[in-house]
């Protein structure tokens, strides 16, 4: 605990918590947004490298559970047909996790938040893109590279893989596992990047682990309520909530 009070006031750390477990509801509830609204909840409270530090052992942790819900074999299946996307996209994210502490804070607050903003506006107006069949190489290496890079820097991927395989139509289940499998691996690899950036370190991993309990807590609450309300309108909520996250990243980026 004296280790997290040389960090942020107990104040501070009690609206983590709470963060921490809004988070794991609405993963719980939808498969994703966790990092983006851990990003932004935390990061209105303490500085955005300590934010990143505090999100990277929930997300691991969540999408490990999230991805094997179906058992190793349907994960397996899944790291097999979307290999492409997670080679690109785990090239990507080790190398753009080094530039975290290169860029600046205010930079770094609008490169997570406006992807966040362009992408829950174009699926609340239902303009989000179809793409017919398996898309082809080229497609799924750029989108998985994309959204590696954003998850170098912020622990941030959703919003491009969430569009990519909305927009090939997969079924719910198999999208909420596939995410699991993506986002557990990126996770991974986010946590071995950030060793080696400096983001997670001793000093830091005290403040990630507290935010673990509830957010397992607020995941598992998610998944009893996924099972007994209406899966679109928990959406479009969803990404009213990830609008007003993802505009005030930008907001503070701008106006500081």
């Known amino acids: 605990m004296d280790m997290l009070t040389d960090l942020m006031s107990p104040g501070a750390l009690a609206l983590c918590l709470a963060i921490a477990l809004l988070a794991g509801v609405i993963k719980g509830m939808v498969g994703f947004a966790m990092p983006m609204i851990m990003i932004s909840g935390l990061s209105s409270v303490v500085g955005p490298e300590l934010a990143l530090a505090g999100l990277i052992l929930p997300t691991l942790v969540t999408n490990g559970w999230q991805a094997l819900r179906q058992g190793p074999e349907a994960a397996w299946e899944s790291v097999k047909r979307f290999r492409l996307f997670l080679f690109v996209g785990g090239c990507a994210l080790i190398v753009s996790a080094q530039l975290v502490r290169l860029i600046p804070a205010n930079v770094l607050l609008l490169i997570i938040g ?3 903003v362009v992408f829950a506006i174009t699926q609340l107006m ?3 893109l179809r793409l017919s069949g398996y898309p082809s190489h080229r497609v799924e290496a750029t989108v998985g590279g994309l959204a590696g ?3 170098g820097m ?3 991927w959703g919003p491009p893989t969430v569009a990519y395989l909305t927009a ?4 719910k289940t198999d999208q909420i596992r596939i995410q699991g499998v993506i986002y557990g691996l990126g996770a991974l690899l986010l946590a071995v990047s950030h060793v080696g950036s400096g983001v997670l370190s001793l000093k830091t991993l005290p403040f990630s682990v507290a935010l673990l309990p509830l957010a397992l807590v607020g995941m598992w609450m998610g998944f009893q309520v996924q099972d007994r309300i209406d899966a679109v309108a928990f959406r479009k909520a969803t990404l009213v909530v990830l609008l007003v996250a993802g505009a005030n990243l930008v907001r503070r980026a701008l106006m500081g």
């Open 114 to 116: 406006a992807p966040i």
């Open 126 to 128: 239902g303009k989000a």
């Open 154 to 156: 912020s622990g941030v």
């Open 168 to 171: 090939m139509d997969t079924p």
């Open 149 to 151: 890079f954003i998850g």
